[in-house]
Structures are given as C-alpha cells and as structure tokens.
C-alpha cells in the first residue's frame, strides 16, 4: 500500500522569503508524484508533477519540487513568496498505471506581509 | 483547458434527504472521481468510474452510491443524507491517453451541509 505524508499542517512565511514544503511517501512500487494548489473556496489546480527523467521539475508561479528517490521525498520550494500565494498544498503520489491517487493531508501556506 | 464543473457551489440540506450532486466534464475523459474533502483528512476517495456505467468502490463508499450513465456526466447521490456527511466534495476527471498527463482534473467543489 502506498501513503503519502505532509508532516506541516501549517506554514506561515513572510512575503519575499523562501519556502520549503516538505511530502515524503511509501510505496513498494514506482510512483508519478504531483503538486496541487488550492486557493480559497476553489478546486484543486497541478503545481508540478515528475513522471521520470530529471528529479528537479519546475512548475507553475516559481514553485519546483525535486524527487529524491533514496530519501522516498518530493519537497516542494519556492525562493520567494507572494501574499497570493496563501493557499492549501498537496502532495499526491499514483502507483505508475493504475488510476488510484494517493492524497497528503495537505499544507496549509500562509504568507505574511 | 480541461473544464469540470459541478452543479452546485453550496448546498444545504436536512437529514434522510436524497441528494444528488453532479459533474460534467468537457474532454472527453474516461476516468472520473468523486472526492470527499476533510480538514485534517486531504481528499479520500469515495467512488471512481472508469467508463460508461462502470464503477469502482473507492476508500469511503458507505452511504454513498454513484451513476455514469453518460461518459461526461458522473452523478454522486447521498441515498439519506446524513450530519457526518457535511463535506467537501470534489469531483475530478483524468484520462490515460491524453499525453500520458496522468494529471487529475479538479471541479470548484460543492460544499454540502446536512442539518
């Protein structure tokens, strides 16, 4: 069985400084590992995902993750934060080929001015 | 883009009602989801279809039952709805051949109220 953990419910940072959003994961077998953001009173949207090749996968809005395999992690970074990027983030992992998504119980950011 | 919508954002309702929440997707995806949404808990899993009239239990299927009658349209219904069914729901649609994406994509959300 796989599951995915986001050790920090919160993570308050102020404007303009770098966050790190930390996703480590347990699966016995490959996974695809994803990113999503959730702003206020919305769905969720992809940040990033890594699929294979190169560990360090850039995103949407600055963000980038990098996989590391021997750690079982997928951190999410951002060198400099805006107030809008106050928001919800989860980490997901899906065991390559099948359609089961496994979700983190998610990251709440909260820039500060 | 990829749109998912759900027919509504809010909804309330009482006790041992039957409710029924819809998502429409314009892609023409296969797969589609249906998400419950809890602080503390992330997204769990409650149906997934995989085709037309096909379905698949998710992590959390009790009290819950789904329709796919149409390869757009994926139905999720509250047979008598219930205060610990007072949620989050989100729907999502994914397709395997659609550039090997494997990405998920999510609907607004409608938050339910059972009272």
């Known amino acids: 069985a796989q599951s995915v953990t986001q050790l920090d419910s919160q993570v308050p940072v102020f404007e303009e400084a770098p966050v790190e959003l930390r996703c480590n994961y347990s699966s016995s077998v490959s996974v695809y590992l994803f990113w999503y953001v959730q702003y206020p009173n919305q769905g969720l949207q992809l940040l990033l995902k890594y699929l294979s090749g190169s560990t360090l996968v850039k995103g949407i809005n600055g963000f980038e993750a990098e996989f590391n395999k021997s750690q079982t992690s997928f951190h999410l970074r951002k060198p400099s934060v805006h107030i809008s990027d106050t928001a919800e983030y989860f980490c997901?992992?899906?065991?390559?080929?099948?359609?089961?998504?496994?979700f983190g119980t998610g990251t709440r950011l909260k820039v500060l001015a | 883009d990829v749109k998912v919508t759900q027919s509504s954002r809010y909804l309330v309702k009482r006790t041992g009602e039957k409710v029924f929440l819809e998502c429409v997707q314009d892609?023409?995806?296969?797969?589609m989801f249906w998400y419950r949404q809890d602080p503390g808990l992330g997204l769990r899993l409650i149906y997934f279809?995989?085709?037309?009239?096909m379905k698949e239990k998710g992590d959390i299927p009790e009290g819950y039952s789904v329709s796919r009658e149409k390869k757009e349209r994926f139905s999720l219904i509250l047979e008598s709805a219930s205060t610990n069914q007072t949620s989050m729901y989100l729907c999502a649609s994914h397709s395997w051949g659609q550039g090997d994406s494997y990405e998920q994509y999510f609907g607004p959300g409608t938050r339910l109220t059972v009272t």
């Open positions: 892609m023409d995806h296969e797969n």
């Open positions: 997901a992992v899906t065991p390559s080929g099948t359609y089961k998504y496994i």
């Open positions: 279809s995989y085709d037309v009239k």
